[in-house]
């Protein structure tokens, strides 16, 4: 197939940045679209093009590193990772459009590669929990029960790529943080630290500059990992309930 | 926003019950709102009291809201990362994935209700705006406006706006407090509660400027 894209190009942080057509022929159904980003700037490079800079790592959707925006949506049309997306899902002729995240908390960096470090500090704020290390401890001492560890597992599973922030019309990270607070708020370890770690994470979810949730919902439609929207509900029951304690 | 939002709401119920009294005619009409209504709770409290409590409490929730608002947006919109006045470059796909017409329109939905607030009370409290002739009856101040087909018209804007404010609002207000359980936006209940809600009160408020225009009710 042959297609036309549109990516966005910008040479560095503080360089203004456009969009830049390139036609791309002989394109395989087969391929992923990060394979055919890589056959373009093979294509770059031969004739001494700077190639389009962009992040992946495992290609096979769990690291969470491949986001970009195609054709206006967080991951394109399908709902899954840049890296397991085929070129099968567009028509043979189509105008791609391929742009970066775009959120005040995640810069770009170049190209289509921003900085997420915004997610990591919001980790730090209170993501995780303080356990004594040592050998790890039989499985069966902490039961949990079979629902709890369902939802807990369910929001585990989020790889904290930012297609919800790419997604949601105000910037928000209301889902990847409510996904932390449901998966270690479920379990008998995340109950000690559980209202520091609301009002931590959350604190720190607005100091990064993220937007206010308005319950729109573009989040879970366009999450990968299919991370539910009542999480945030969730964490806006723990957080009304650590402030009613007073522990702002 | 969510709370100051549902005392709002919960005024809003409350006055259409008082609106759809019209249909029983001038005396019942004028009569709950000239006696019954400022004799709430009198004699504990005094004349006209029950209804100075409740105009301070809405205008403290009218302004709480629209603070809020005026904060969200410009903290949303610097969020969103624009470059270059637009945040995608693309024309595809302008509605994401689900985003309904209600979520969107929210902050201009709200100010055209603020006119339209402003511009309802001056009409209907005392005879300050009359368009079609003041009176002492507030059934025949609502009766004299609505003959008026411009009139009219401004109100079905108005209630046609409340009406997809609430359709978002009431589902939103219910998920910042905790109440959503279900794992997608159109999966929950509440988003069909919110929309026949919002239904309910537009339809409910329409009927009686459409009864007087269409129907000649009052006359
Ligand atoms: C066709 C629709 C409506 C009609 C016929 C209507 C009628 C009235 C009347 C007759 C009053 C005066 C009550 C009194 O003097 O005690 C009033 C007051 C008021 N209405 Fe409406 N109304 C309508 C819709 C709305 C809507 C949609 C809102 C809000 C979004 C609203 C908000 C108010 C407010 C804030 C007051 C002043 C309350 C006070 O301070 O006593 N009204 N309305
Ligand atoms: S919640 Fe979903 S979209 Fe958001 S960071 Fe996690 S996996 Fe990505
Ligand atoms: S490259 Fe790891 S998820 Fe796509």
Redesign the pocket.
Same mark, same amino acid.
């Given at each position: 197939m042959n297609i036309t894209l549109r990516v966005w190009r910008q040479k560095n942080a503080d360089d203004k940045g456009k969009m830049v057509t390139y036609g791309l022929e002989d394109v395989s159904t087969d391929m992923s679209f990060l394979e055919m980003l890589d056959v373009l700037n093979e294509q770059l490079t031969l004739s001494g093009d700077e190639p389009i800079a962009f992040d992946h790592d495992c290609r096979e959707g769990i690291c969470g590193s491949c986001g970009v925006v195609i054709n206006g949506l967080a991951h394109g049309p399908q709902v899954s990772t840049t890296c397991q997306l085929h070129m099968r899902s567009f028509e043979d002729g189509a105008v791609i459009d391929v742009e970066p995240w775009r959120a005040g908390a995640f810069p770009v960096v170049k190209d289509l590669v921003v900085d997420r470090g915004s997610f990591d500090r919001i980790i730090q704020a209170g993501g995780f929990i303080s356990a004594p290390t040592g050998s790890a401890p039989e499985a069966n001492n902490l039961p949990v029960p079979k629902k709890d560890a369902d939802h807990a597992f369910e929001s585990a599973a989020c790889i904290g790529c930012g297609a919800c922030v790419a997604a949601c019309p105000n910037g928000s990270g209301m889902l990847f943080t409510a996904a932390k607070i449901t998966h270690l708020g479920l379990l008998p370890q995340g109950q000690p630290e559980r209202d520091s770690r609301v009002i931590g994470m959350v604190e720190q979810h607005d100091h990064e500059g993220f937007g206010g949730c308005t319950n729109i919902g573009e989040c879970t439609a366009a999450c990968p990992k299919g991370i539910p929207l009542d999480t945030i509900s969730r964490l806006n029951r723990d957080l009304l309930g650590a402030l009613a304690k007073g522990k702002a | 926003m969510a709370v100051s939002g549902l005392i709002?709401l919960g005024? &809003?119920l409350v006055?259409?019950y008082?609106?759809l009294k019209?249909f029983q005619g001038r005396e019942k009409f004028d009569g709950y =709102?000239h006696e019954t209504?400022p004799h709430m709770f009198y004699p504990y409290l005094p004349e006209g009291g029950a =209804?100075w409590i409740?105009?301070v409490l809405?205008i403290l929730a &009218?302004v709480v809201h629209a603070y809020a608002a005026s904060t969200l947006w410009r903290r949303n919109k610097a969020a969103a990362g624009y470059v270059g006045g637009k945040r995608y470059h693309t024309t595809q796909h302008k509605t994401g994935n689900q985003r309904s017409y209600s979520s969107f329109k929210m902050l201009w939905g709200g100010v055209i209700?603020f006119l339209?607030?402003i511009g309802?009370?001056a009409q209907?409290?005392p005879n300050w705006l009359s368009p079609g002739g003041a009176s002492d009856s507030?059934y025949d101040? !609502?009766v004299n406006g609505?003959e008026l087909w411009w009139v009219v018209l401004l109100?079905t804007i108005?209630?046609v706006a !409340?009406g997809f404010h609430l359709a978002h609002g009431f589902w939103s207000a219910l998920t910042t407090l905790g109440q959503n359980r279900s794992s997608t936006r159109r999966g929950s209940r509440w988003t069909l509660i919110s929309i026949a809600l919002a239904t309910l009160?537009t339809v409910g408020?329409?009927s !009686?400027?459409f009864a007087v225009l269409f129907f000649g009710a009052g006359s």
């Amino acid at each position: 197939m042959n297609i036309t894209l549109r990516v966005w190009r910008q040479k560095n942080a503080d360089d203004k940045g456009k969009m830049v057509t390139y036609g791309l022929e002989d394109v395989s159904t087969d391929m992923s679209f990060l394979e055919m980003l890589d056959v373009l700037n093979e294509q770059l490079t031969l004739s001494g093009d700077e190639p389009i800079a962009f992040d992946h790592d495992c290609r096979e959707g769990i690291c969470g590193s491949c986001g970009v925006v195609i054709n206006g949506l967080a991951h394109g049309p399908q709902v899954s990772t840049t890296c397991q997306l085929h070129m099968r899902s567009f028509e043979d002729g189509a105008v791609i459009d391929v742009e970066p995240w775009r959120a005040g908390a995640f810069p770009v960096v170049k190209d289509l590669v921003v900085d997420r470090g915004s997610f990591d500090r919001i980790i730090q704020a209170g993501g995780f929990i303080s356990a004594p290390t040592g050998s790890a401890p039989e499985a069966n001492n902490l039961p949990v029960p079979k629902k709890d560890a369902d939802h807990a597992f369910e929001s585990a599973a989020c790889i904290g790529c930012g297609a919800c922030v790419a997604a949601c019309p105000n910037g928000s990270g209301m889902l990847f943080t409510a996904a932390k607070i449901t998966h270690l708020g479920l379990l008998p370890q995340g109950q000690p630290e559980r209202d520091s770690r609301v009002i931590g994470m959350v604190e720190q979810h607005d100091h990064e500059g993220f937007g206010g949730c308005t319950n729109i919902g573009e989040c879970t439609a366009a999450c990968p990992k299919g991370i539910p929207l009542d999480t945030i509900s969730r964490l806006n029951r723990d957080l009304l309930g650590a402030l009613a304690k007073g522990k702002a | 926003m969510a709370v100051s939002g549902l005392i709002m709401l919960g005024y &809003l119920l409350v006055h259409m019950y008082g609106n759809l009294k019209f249909f029983q005619g001038r005396e019942k009409f004028d009569g709950y =709102l000239h006696e019954t209504l400022p004799h709430m709770f009198y004699p504990y409290l005094p004349e006209g009291g029950a =209804l100075w409590i409740i105009r301070v409490l809405l205008i403290l929730a &009218l302004v709480v809201h629209a603070y809020a608002a005026s904060t969200l947006w410009r903290r949303n919109k610097a969020a969103a990362g624009y470059v270059g006045g637009k945040r995608y470059h693309t024309t595809q796909h302008k509605t994401g994935n689900q985003r309904s017409y209600s979520s969107f329109k929210m902050l201009w939905g709200g100010v055209i209700l603020f006119l339209f607030i402003i511009g309802h009370v001056a009409q209907m409290m005392p005879n300050w705006l009359s368009p079609g002739g003041a009176s002492d009856s507030k059934y025949d101040r !609502v009766v004299n406006g609505f003959e008026l087909w411009w009139v009219v018209l401004l109100y079905t804007i108005g209630l046609v706006a !409340v009406g997809f404010h609430l359709a978002h609002g009431f589902w939103s207000a219910l998920t910042t407090l905790g109440q959503n359980r279900s794992s997608t936006r159109r999966g929950s209940r509440w988003t069909l509660i919110s929309i026949a809600l919002a239904t309910l009160i537009t339809v409910g408020f329409i009927s !009686v400027p459409f009864a007087v225009l269409f129907f000649g009710a009052g006359s």
